[in-house]
């Protein structure tokens, strides 16, 4: 049994062969979420990477204070803004 700190599920398993030929499971942290835009996939800005940050704290300190900030990038917004205006809608 590995120590009781890497039994817990937030550390990633890996398995990796070792010098002497053997497979062994090796413990890494994961890594951090980070939010992305929903059309064109590039990483957000003002959007904690990490989970506890996200549950604490103030909404405004989660996300930028912007129609659908955290949601999409502000390129694809200006963008859609422009489409919308235009159509008159
Ligand atoms: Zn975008």
């Known amino acids: ?9 937030s550390m990633k ?3 990796r ?25 590039r990483p957000l800005g003002g959007v904690p990477r990490d989970r506890k940050d996200l549950r604490k704290g103030p909404k405004t ?3 930028p204070e ?3 900030g955290g949601v999409i990038c502000p390129d694809c917004l200006r ?3 422009k489409i919308a205006a235009r159509a008159g809608l």
């Open 1 to 9: 049994m590995v120590r009781p700190g890497l039994r817990s599920r």
């Open 13 to 15: 398993r890996l398995k």
């Open 17 to 41: 062969r070792s010098p002497s030929g053997e497979t062994r499971v090796i413990y890494r942290r994961r890594k951090k979420h980070v939010a992305h835009c929903m059309i064109c996939g």
């Open 61 to 63: 300190a989660k996300r």
């Open 66 to 68: 912007r129609y659908f």
């Open 79 to 81: 963008a859609a803004l």
